[in-house]
């Protein structure tokens, strides 16, 4: 089927599928509030159950972990929370930015252009800052902790893909 859509019209529907997309990078890509749950991810909860990297208590006692090792990566932890924190805010200002930006009579295609390259960055902000926690902690636990880890959280992924292929089988099977 052939679209008949004037250059304008075109260049308008692909700066906001352009911006559309860029906004939903960065917004996946933010780090969660422990009130949070996307696509079965969860974030840090408020208690420090669960951080990034998926390090709950029961991961750390799979692993065996010492409570030195436990504080280590709590602080470690916490400390790229604040940091994650305030570049979600500043994530959230963005967005805002975008929609009064959308909103207008005519739309600013350099100053969506230039947003949109805001937003890149501050999403590789927030992806270096999660990248240094996970090296920090790395660095608190041994190989072999590190190894089981992995192991265990491959073992749980495999798990959600069998889950959810079966149940997209059971919603086919309905259909």
Same mark, same amino acid.
């Given at each position: 089927?052939?679209?008949?859509?004037?250059?304008?019209?075109?260049?308008?529907?692909?700066?906001?599928?352009?911006?559309?997309?860029?906004?939903?990078?960065?917004?996946?890509?933010?780090?969660?509030?422990?009130?949070?749950?996307?696509?079965?991810?969860?974030?840090?909860?408020?208690?420090?159950?669960?951080?990034?990297?998926?390090?709950?208590?029961?991961?750390?006692?799979?692993?065996?972990?010492?409570?030195?090792?436990?504080?280590?990566?709590?602080?470690?932890?916490?400390?790229?929370?604040?940091?994650?924190? &305030?570049?979600?805010?500043?994530? %959230?200002?963005? %967005?805002?930015?975008?929609?009064?930006?959308?909103?207008?009579?005519?739309?600013?295609?350099?100053?969506?252009?230039?947003?949109?390259?805001?937003?890149?960055?501050?999403?590789?902000?927030?992806?270096?800052?999660?990248?240094? &926690?996970?090296?920090?902690?790395?660095?608190?636990?041994?190989?072999?902790?590190?190894?089981?880890?992995?192991?265990?959280?491959?073992?749980?992924?495999?798990?959600?893909?069998?889950?959810?292929?079966?149940? %997209?089988?059971?919603?086919?099977?309905?259909?």
């Amino acid at each position: 089927m052939k679209l008949n859509l004037s250059p304008l019209k075109f260049t308008l529907a692909a700066v906001v599928v352009a911006v559309a997309s860029s906004a939903a990078l960065v917004a996946h890509a933010q780090p969660m509030d422990g009130a949070s749950h996307r696509h079965g991810h969860h974030g840090a909860a408020a208690g420090g159950e669960r951080g990034m990297m998926g390090l709950s208590p029961r991961m750390l006692d799979a692993v065996k972990a010492t409570p030195e090792q436990r504080t280590q990566i709590q602080q470690i932890m916490d400390a790229a929370r604040k940091d994650l924190q &305030a570049q979600r805010e500043a994530g %959230r200002s963005l %967005r805002d930015q975008q929609m009064q930006l959308f909103t207008q009579p005519n739309v600013d295609a350099n100053a969506a252009e230039a947003l949109r390259q805001q937003m890149l960055t501050q999403h590789d902000a927030a992806s270096k800052r999660m990248l240094q &926690a996970m090296l920090d902690t790395s660095r608190v636990l041994t190989p072999d902790q590190r190894k089981q880890l992995a192991d265990t959280m491959q073992k749980r992924r495999d798990m959600m893909e069998r889950h959810l292929r079966e149940r %997209r089988q059971m919603d086919a099977a309905k259909s």
